[in-house]
Each structure stands twice: as C-alpha cells, then as structure tokens.
C-alpha cells in the first residue's frame, strides 16, 4: 500500500471528512440523543470520536429549534421595523374618500416617535448580527446572548412605548383619522422581537443549567435557511422600494405588492402600469420565486426529515416498550429469551438462530407500524396547524375589513384562495390593518402549507395512487399477478397475514405493497473526492490483502491465508455496503444479510452467549446513569476500547435497528473499525492472535463469499451468494 498515487486522495479525503461531516454528524448525534438519552455519555457510534452532549427531548428544542426560530424570525421582524420607521403612522381621512384609509392626507407624526423607532431598530440589528455571529462561532455564547436577548426586549418595549403613545391622539373631534399599515407592522415586529427574546431566554437557562454546551450545534443547512429568509425579505422589501419609485405607489402598499407577487397569490388589486414596471417584473419575480423555493426547500428538508427522525425514535422506543409487554402478558416471553441449550431447542422446537430471526422479524414490525402511526399523525398535526391559519387569519379579516362589510364566510373565501394561491380577485383587502396583517399572515402560512402538502404527498396522495394501480391491473394495465392472487395478496397485508397467508408476488409501491423496491431505489454511496478516495484506499485494501492471501499459500502457509482472506473479505464487503450508504429510501438488510456481516465482526447469531432477553425500560450504565447504547449492537470491535462484549437483543436498546443511523452507516462504521483493527494488528506483528477469528471469515476454500456453513444454513452477502 505505499502507492505513491494515493497520497492525495487520502489527504483530500481526509480534509473532506473533517469540514464537511463534522458539524453535521455532531448535530445528528447530540439530536439523536437529545431524544433518546437523558444524560450526557461519550458515544463510539462514529469512528471520530464524537463526545457530545446529551440532553432529555424537552430540552431538544431549547438547544437547536428555538435558535433556529430566532435566527429565522429575527430578520423578519427587523423587516416590519423598518416598515414602521419609513412610513409615518397617521393618515386623516377627507370626506368623500369612502371607506378606503389608503387615500388619506399624512399627519406628520412627532419627532420622538421617528428617534424612538430609529434606536428600537438599530438595537434589533445588532441583536440578529450578534446572533448571526454566535452561530457562526465568530462570538461566545456568552457575550452574543446578552446582546441579543436585551436588544431585542429593548426593542420590542420601546416600540410598545410608541404604540401606546400615539394611539390616544388618534381620534380627534370633527376628523376622521385612521392607523396606517406603519403601526400594524410596529405591532407584529414588537411582538415578534418579544417572543423571540424569550425563546433565546430558555436556551440560555438550559445551557446555564447544565443541559447542553453554550455552542449552536447548527448544521450548515440550518445556518444556510436563516440566511435564505434574510435574502428572501431583503428581496421583498428592496422590491417594495423600487416598485413604489417606479409606479408612484407608498412604499408599504408596494410591499404589498410585492409580497402577494413572489408567493403567486396574484390578487391583482395592485398591477405594474409603466413599461419599465413590467418588464422589471420578469426578472424580479423569477428571483424571488427562486429564492422562495430554497427557503421551502430548507424549511422541508429540516422541519419534515430531521422532525421525522426525531419523532419516529421516540415512538419507535414506545411501540418497542408495547410490544414487548404484550408478549410478556401473552405469556410469550420465549420467543425474546435466548435459547441456551438443547434441552431449550427441542422443548420450544426452534434454535438459537431461529428464535434470533423471529425476534429480528418483530423489530421490522416495530419499524413498519412505527412508520405508519408517525404518517398520519404528521398529517394531523400539520393539518391542524393549517386549519389554525386558515380560520384564525379569516377571523382577523372579518374585523380588519369591516368598512367592507364582509361576512365570516367571505372572509374564509378569501383566505382559502390566498392559501392555495388561486388569488381571483374579487375580494380584496382595503383596510390599513388588513393589508399589513396580509403580508404577516402570507408569510406564516408558506411553510404551513409546504409540510401540509408533503405530508399528504406521503399519506392521502399515496394512497390515492396505489389505490389507482391497484384499480389498473384489474382493468386496463394487467400485471403479471392473476386476479386471485392480487385480492389475496391485498387481504394478507391489511389484515397482517392473518386472513391470507403466503404472499409471494410483487407488489406495487405504497399502501398497497412495497415502497422499497430496488427498481425505486436512488443511487447510494458517497460522491465526490471523499466518496472517490475511500473507495480507492479500500480496493487497494482488498486487492493487497488477496495478494498476500494467494503468496501465504504458494508457500503453504494456510493459517496466513486464512487471515488474509479474511481481511480481504472485510474490505470488499466495505465497498459493498459504500454503495448503500445515503440510497433513497435508506437501504434495509435482510435478516440473513445482517447475521453474515455481524459473522464478519466476530458476531454468531447461532449462539447465545452475546444475547440477552431485552429489558422493557432503557437499562443505564453505572451509578452516573449515563444513558442506553442507542444504535450500538455489540460486536467485537467494542475491545477496542477494551469493554468486552455486551449482550443485546434485536429488540434491546443497543439494537441496530434503534435510533437514527441508517444501517449501511451503521454497518460500514462497524466493518471499518474492525478492518483497522485487524490491519493494525497485522501490522504490530500479532497476527498470531487472530488465530480464532479465522473462524468467522469465509472459507478459504471459496473466495465467492460463502461462510463457514453453521447449522445447516449457508449465510449470503447483500449483493452475491
């Protein structure tokens, strides 16, 4: 392995993996068991180790989802404040002018409202730098939070003082006067930067009290979605201040403008009248309709993906509990208990192995019911919050639009067409409030609506299509399956195999059969020079390790080359899982591939000797009660560390199939440290110790793959027999 060509992928592959994994696998983790673990442990789960700390799920949020909040809703309450400072806040109404506040004369308001607004706004910007800082590690915790907690309450109670004080001089004798959009925005940026300020005040007491590391553990992703909603109001707002030059409209109702124009409302009550106004509007709203797009995409990709994986481990650990209780109950407690003799194999009629596989088949029951219930209770939840939006928001337009006389009804009409973005038209908002609340509202309702439609698209949508396939092979798009077998085949899974039994055809993806098709699979595996070097070091790994395999018996040393062998099996079946890793759905072994890879890493799934009946509740180590083993089934690689082996149970808290890691991760973080092992072994010249390893590579007299028969059965490998 001196190959002086591989010199630069591994240093490329080596300064890839620290700038471009780290933070994400150091969030992903502390994330993983913020959930799952009250107490903070040092975790073997990667093969940097990544000591993290761990907090209870209350906590979870304090730690990550509320400065997420505040970094995403800061900028936009700063954008309200500059709405309130650029506009004056008083408008006095001629007679004659009708119920519309937008053609009223100005009343010039006094010079402390304009300095109070001013120090209220600059004090907000320099909370949401100092955050920004934070973030980014370019200022302590503990001198950005006081900055930005206090700027930010500071700002919220001076623009309260300014509501307060210029709304008693608003009704004058003989004059009809009315609020402009101005004060309404003031209103929703010194809520904002209220609310925000104490979300900021809960992270900074759990951090003081111990439960996380006063440190952001923010992705770049998270970081880039602030920074996306930064972009997407200056957009708006810098839009706002071209169009109202352009087309000679105020400046807040071109930010009206605007607003109903990047999200695709198109109410159409405000349109570009000049030739340089329109044609302006191709490029602007493509921009913007870009930009909003990378801000849906963040909000999905964080709140849907990194919720779900959160969601899904918690009610995975509470259907685990259920399960195991029923089978307790049931009087079933053999089927979770090793079987540690033969007396044991002919009294329950089953071995070791095959007790492991029923009880590695009840943990794929876990995953699937698992999976369904998080479905459909997204749905509900993102469902309801959409309701929320959609009556609430038509409540305040009823009372904002009451010069126009609508009725709730009509102001649920309305709302509706504003949230599906159909926008006809025929109702429109007039008022001062119900444009500004307008703009809010939209605002809010964007990522309401982004997760409502994706969890539909995994649920009712779904449904919808596979209920439409299954409707085509009865009529115009025959399968290869006969009637019969498809109306059996569609009982056994809604009725879990106990009205029909003996599925063997293909089934369609979804509700109705298998969503994890290979034909559906996306391609897996790591791309770029990272992907490209680990691949390379690991072929020049397995086509080594056969060499001396093949000279060790040219000089009949066959103890040598069994030791070989088996190094080279660990590197080819590296590669193999490699291509796994990242696939889309994530990529899940069967039952005889997990037994030959854990085989590989000195794991029988035909002894009991590392199992063990698994415990109803998480089982803490030692007198600290640092935590369960998430994810951290117990091979041989754990002497590593010099722990020795731990029992565990598929349906343990240290079970693979626990936790977020995907298995490929799991496995190739596994194969990866024994493969080390072994070779530095090697290496220190002890590879006379191996000697009882030998028995978990494959035969030497076969280098296809196939392992030591054990009991009869021939273990296979993901990808070949």
Not at 58 to 66: C, E, I, K, L, V
Not at 433 to 442: E, R
Not at 495 to 514: C, I, N, R
Not at 628 to 642: C, M, R, V, Y
Request: aromatic letters at 10%; one cysteine or more; charged letters at 20%.
């Amino acid at each position: 392995m001196n190959d002086p060509g591989l010199e630069e992928p591994i240093k490329e592959t080596s300064a890839k993996l620290e700038t471009e994994r780290n933070e994400e696998r150091e969030a992903q983790l502390e994330d993983e068991q913020a959930l799952l673990n009250p107490r903070s442990f040092n975790s073997d789960i990667f093969v940097r180790s990544v000591h993290a700390e761990v907090v209870s799920s209350r906590w979870w949020f304090a730690s990550t989802g509320f400065p997420l909040l505040a970094g995403t809703f800061g900028p936009m309450a700063s954008a309200f404040s500059i709405c309130a400072l650029a506009v004056h806040w008083r408008v006095e109404i001629p007679p004659g002018h009708g119920p519309n506040e937008g053609h009223g004369n100005t009343v010039k308001d006094p010079k402390w409202l304009l300095a109070i607004n001013g120090i209220s706004l600059g004090l907000a910007l320099i909370s949401n730098f100092s955050l920004l800082l934070n973030m980014a590690r370019r200022l302590s915790f503990s001198i950005a939070q006081p900055i930005t907690i206090t700027g930010w309450y500071i700002s919220s109670f001076l623009l309260i003082g300014d509501l307060s004080g210029i709304i008693h001089v608003v009704k004058v004798p003989y004059q009809r006067r009315a609020l402009t959009q101005a004060f309404y925005y003031a209103i929703f940026a010194a809520a904002l930067y209220f609310i925000i300020a104490t979300l900021m005040v809960v992270t900074v007491y759990g951090a003081w009290k111990g439960h996380y590391s006063k440190e952001f553990k923010l992705t770049m992703s998270q970081r880039t979605l602030m920074l996306q909603t930064i972009s997407f109001m200056g957009y708006v707002v810098g839009g706002a201040a071209v169009y109202a030059r352009i087309e000679g409209w105020m400046f807040l109702d071109a930010l009206y403008f605007t607003n109903f124009t990047l999200l695709t409302v198109g109410i159409g009550d405000y349109t570009p009248a000049t030739h340089l106004g329109r044609a302006l509007l191709f490029p602007y709203a493509f921009g913007g309709i870009v930009i909003l797009g990378l801000v849906i995409g963040s909000i999905r990709s964080l709140v849907l993906d990194r919720g779900k994986s959160k969601l899904v481990s918690r009610m995975t650990e509470k259907e685990r509990e259920a399960l195991l209780k029923k089978l307790l109950k049931q009087g079933d407690g053999h089927k979770i208990t090793p079987v540690e003799s033969k007396e044991q194999v002919e009294r329950l009629g089953m071995s070791e192995r095959e007790r492991r596989k029923q009880e590695f088949n009840l943990m794929r029951m876990v995953q699937q019911r698992t999976a369904t219930r998080q479905k459909w209770i997204a749905l509900l939840i993102s469902g309801g919050a959409a309701l929320v939006v959609w009556f609430v928001g038509a409540l305040v337009f009823y009372f904002a639009e009451y010069e126009q006389r609508w009725t709730y009804f009509q102001s649920l009409y309305f709302s509706y067409t504003t949230l599906l973005t159909i926008g006809y038209g025929d109702f429109t908002p007039f008022s001062n409030s119900g444009k500004a609340f307008f703009v809010f509202w939209s605002l809010l309702a964007v990522p309401t609506l982004t997760i409502l439609i994706s969890d539909m698209g995994n649920t009712v949508v779904k449904g919808i299509r596979d209920a439409t396939l299954y409707l085509g092979e009865f009529t115009v798009l025959p399968g290869e399956a006969s009637p019969k077998a498809r109306i059996k085949s569609t009982a056994s899974r809604l009725t879990g195999g106990k009205l029909v039994s003996g599925v063997f055809e293909q089934e369609p993806p979804g509700l109705l059969g298998d969503s994890g098709g290979k034909g559906d699979e996306e391609k897996g595996g790591l791309d770029g020079p990272v992907g490209r070097g680990v691949n390379q070091v690991a072929g020049q790994i397995e086509s080594d390790e056969l060499e001396a395999a093949q000279s060790a018996r040219d000089t009949g040393d066959i103890f040598g080359s069994t030791i070989h062998e088996y190094h080279f099996f660990l590197a080819r079946e590296f590669r193999n899982v490699l291509k796994h890793l990242n696939q889309s759905p994530p990529r899940k072994y069967t039952y005889d591939e997990w037994a030959y890879y854990l085989k590989l890493m000195g794991e029988d799934e035909g002894s009991s000797t590392s199992h063990r009946k698994p415990p109803i509740k998480p089982e803490y180590r030692g007198e600290e009660k640092e935590g369960p083993d998430f994810a951290q089934a117990q091979t041989e690689d754990a002497q590593i560390n010099g722990e020795g082996k731990k029992p565990w149970s598929w349906l343990g808290e240290r079970s693979p199939l626990m936790g977020e890691v995907e298995e490929a991760e799991w496995l190739l973080v596994r194969l990866a440290a024994r493969l080390e092992k072994e070779l530095r072994m090697l290496s220190d010249g002890k590879g006379g110790q191996a000697g009882n390893r030998s028995q978990n590579a494959p035969s030497s007299r076969n280098s296809g793959g196939t392992l030591d028969r054990e009991e009869g059965e021939e273990e296979k490998t993901g990808n070949e027999k």
